[in-house]
């Protein structure tokens, strides 16, 4: 059983994030989708709050886990047993970040291995910080994040 990891900060999720989900859900075994916490950064959305948004995005998804964690990635990839690394890519400069990133997960543990995905053209604009920046200014968001985000942050915001 092969099982990947697909950590970020997914704060919040879009649907770029879930559409390279879903296309890695059809690869493997078994994806977790793990939300990243990092408690030198405050995040937009609580990582809990963060969690129970993916986990109603991914109900459908019989295959995905949605989990929380601290720390290294590949410390935890190696206590949840995962051997891929699932990655999404939008543009070229994601690329670069994204390369480093890999080769420095292999040095730290070398039975890890990274998968790329790209997302459709329609969703490699789209950011979690593109989306904070339209809602934290009154825009619509809805074509851009899953209806229970759309949802829950529009009426965060009084929107």
């Given at each position: 059983?092969?099982?990947?990891?697909?950590?970020?900060?997914?704060?919040?999720?879009?649907?770029?994030h879930i559409d390279i989900l879903k296309s890695g859900a059809e690869i493997f075994d078994k994806v977790i989708i793990a939300v990243s916490y990092n408690a030198n950064k405050e995040g937009f959305l609580p990582v809990s709050t963060r969690a129970e948004l993916i986990q109603e995005c991914v109900?459908?998804?019989?295959?995905?886990?949605?989990?929380?964690?601290?720390?290294?990635?590949?410390?935890?990839?190696?206590?949840?047993?995962?051997?891929?690394?699932?990655?999404?890519?939008?543009?070229?400069?994601?690329?670069?970040?994204?390369?480093?990133?890999?080769?420095?997960?292999?040095?730290?543990?070398?039975?890890?291995?990274?998968?790329?995905?790209?997302?459709?053209?329609?969703?490699?604009?789209?950011?979690?910080?593109?989306?904070?920046?339209?809602?934290?200014?009154?825009?619509?968001?809805?074509?851009?994040?899953?209806?229970?985000?759309?949802?829950?942050?529009?009426?965060?915001?009084?929107?």
């Amino acid at each position: 059983m092969t099982v990947a990891i697909y950590p970020g900060s997914f704060d919040p999720i879009t649907n770029g994030h879930i559409d390279i989900l879903k296309s890695g859900a059809e690869i493997f075994d078994k994806v977790i989708i793990a939300v990243s916490y990092n408690a030198n950064k405050e995040g937009f959305l609580p990582v809990s709050t963060r969690a129970e948004l993916i986990q109603e995005c991914v109900k459908d998804l019989p295959n995905v886990e949605v989990d929380c964690f601290e720390g290294l990635t590949v410390e935890y990839a190696k206590k949840r047993g995962a051997t891929v690394l699932l990655r999404g890519l939008r543009t070229s400069f994601d690329f670069e970040y994204e390369m480093q990133l890999s080769q420095t997960n292999h040095a730290l543990y070398n039975n890890i291995k990274t998968v790329f995905l790209i997302t459709k053209p329609e969703y490699n604009f789209i950011s979690s910080s593109c989306v904070r920046e339209i809602l934290l200014n009154k825009g619509d968001i809805t074509n851009f994040v899953p209806e229970a985000v759309a949802k829950y942050l529009t009426a965060k915001c009084g929107i």
